[in-house]
């Protein structure tokens, strides 16, 4: 990789814009970018046009989000060449840990000076502290590849009350559809010492709800041997004094434990509340996704979290026009929805990423307007859903966490079961656990007032 010549000198004051989209994987690392930028003197401005560094942090899961990142990176293109001085990042899962991907992107966009891997912060630090070193020499190339930090990700200040602590990076399953794997690289647990101080820190700095991350978060700690497993280290991140509220995602129908269910029905500050996809409820596309399980261990694995948490908060995730689906098969995932009856349902519809098992080997021989249809019939079933669970919630008492305040003084937070909340007459601060008395359910969330 050629090097670029930048002339301008991150020290005290010096001005960065962060773009970020994406998992909340990409949350997490952008927050933990910020908090690297700030200890070497950067302030966040909202405007790239003001800015001396600008980074974006970009998802490739779908299309449409890469699609979403080249349009950026066009603009970003034309503030570079008014400001030769600007100084433009690159992360994330369009990066992803393959050099000669990066090359390819270095050829199409010849601006970008820094490209940071997934969860990598390592080509920034080094930049940094280059440029601390030799504030007018020349820049830096392409360098990172892939692997986490060597030295502790530094602890980002948390956004309001909840926060983010990412424990899985990467993701060795290889779903057929997915190019995850390709991009953050194969499955990491990061050491539970390291996870329980960040989470110490993360407390202290005012989080009161922290949600543990990974692509199979189920599966923390089954790479290092002699690690705790994730039931140990949720009772663990639990004790933490000051902590009110613990979630974790994403899970994965064939790593989610007994031991885990016991973990959430003995752990007060765990929330009632599972992410776990299915993705499809045809057994011939669950097969050919590659997801390893049939639609009816979905719903024996769904009977048997509710036999032991009444109550608990369901979200999944569906793909809609996979290579193949037919209208049986769609109709099939409708079944199993009206079933399961979940309280989220996050709709993708398919598009063919690179290197992926379906890419190389499938036809997208869905139509555009059939998977548009399947998205709009699947976010109208669940809004039925809501509508009809929510219908005897006005009335009902319930906790939540206030999480901001909106304008105009309207509390926001979320119930253990992540049911949205607003508030109405409270000068609650945010932190606060705060009884609710339901005055009004909609699909998607309640209002209510201090009860």
């Not at 639609?295 to 032991?308: D, F, H, T, V, W």
């Not at 769609?330 to 989220?344: I, N, Q």
């Not at 253990?416 to 998607?444: E, H, R």
Request: charged share 25%; net charge negative; proline share 8%.
């Amino acid at each position: 990789m050629s090097n670029v010549s930048i002339d301008v000198a991150p020290g005290p004051g010096f001005r960065y814009n962060l773009w970020t989209t994406g998992c909340q994987m990409n949350e997490a690392d952008a927050a933990r970018v910020a908090a690297l930028l700030e200890a070497a003197g950067g302030r966040s401005v909202d405007d790239a046009r003001e800015a001396d560094l600008v980074l974006l942090n970009t998802c490739a899961v779908r299309q449409q989000a890469e699609d979403k990142a080249h349009v950026r990176l066009r603009y970003v293109g034309q503030l570079r060449r008014r400001n030769p001085r600007l100084v433009v990042a690159l992360m994330g899962c369009m990066v992803g840990t393959n050099p000669e991907r990066m090359a390819a992107l270095r050829e199409a966009y010849p601006f970008i000076d820094l490209f940071l891997p997934p969860s990598d912060l390592r080509p920034l630090r080094e930049f940094l502290a280059t440029r601390e070193a030799a504030p007018t020499g020349d820049g830096v190339g392409c360098v990172g590849g892939g692997e986490t930090d060597d030295g502790r990700p530094p602890v980002p200040a948390p956004d309001g009350i909840r926060a983010y602590l990412p424990a899985v990076l990467g993701c060795s399953h290889a779903c057929a559809y997915c190019v995850i794997p390709y991009r953050r690289g194969a499955e990491r647990s990061r050491p539970s010492g390291e996870l329980l101080d960040e989470a110490q820190e993360l407390v202290r700095r005012g989080a009161r709800e922290l949600t543990v991350l990974g692509q199979i978060i189920d599966r923390y700690g089954l790479d290092r041997p002699g690690e705790m497993h994730l039931p140990e280290l949720l009772r663990r991140l639990a004790e933490i004094p000051g902590l009110l509220r613990l979630r974790f995602l994403t899970s994965h129908p064939n790593w989610f434990t007994d031991e885990l269910l016991d973990a959430m029905a003995d752990t007060p500050v765990l929330c009632p509340y599972v992410e776990l996809p299915v993705q499809a409820g045809s057994d011939a596309i669950l097969a050919a996704m590659r997801r390893g399980y049939t639609a009816e261990q979905y719903r024996a694995l769904i009977r048997k979290i509710r036999g032991r948490i009444p109550g608990v908060g369901l979200s999944t995730d569906i793909i809609v026009g996979f290579p193949g689906e037919t209208e049986a098969d769609f109709e099939a995932t409708m079944s199993l929805m009206r079933e399961v009856r979940p309280d989220m349902i996050r709709v993708a519809k398919y598009s063919p990423r690179p290197q992926t098992l379906s890419a190389r080997t499938m036809s997208d021989d869905v139509p555009a307007e059939v998977k548009e249809a399947r998205r709009v019939a699947l976010e109208g079933l669940l809004r039925d859903f809501l509508t009809e669970k929510h219908a005897d919630y006005p009335g009902r008492t319930v906790e939540i966490l206030v999480e901001s305040v909106e304008p105009g003084g309207r509390r926001r937070g979320r119930t253990p079961d992540a049911k949205l909340v607003f508030v109405d007459g409270c000068d609650a601060p945010p932190g606060t656990l705060l009884p609710v008395t339901i005055t009004w359910a909609g699909p998607f969330s309640l209002i209510g007032e201090p009860g």
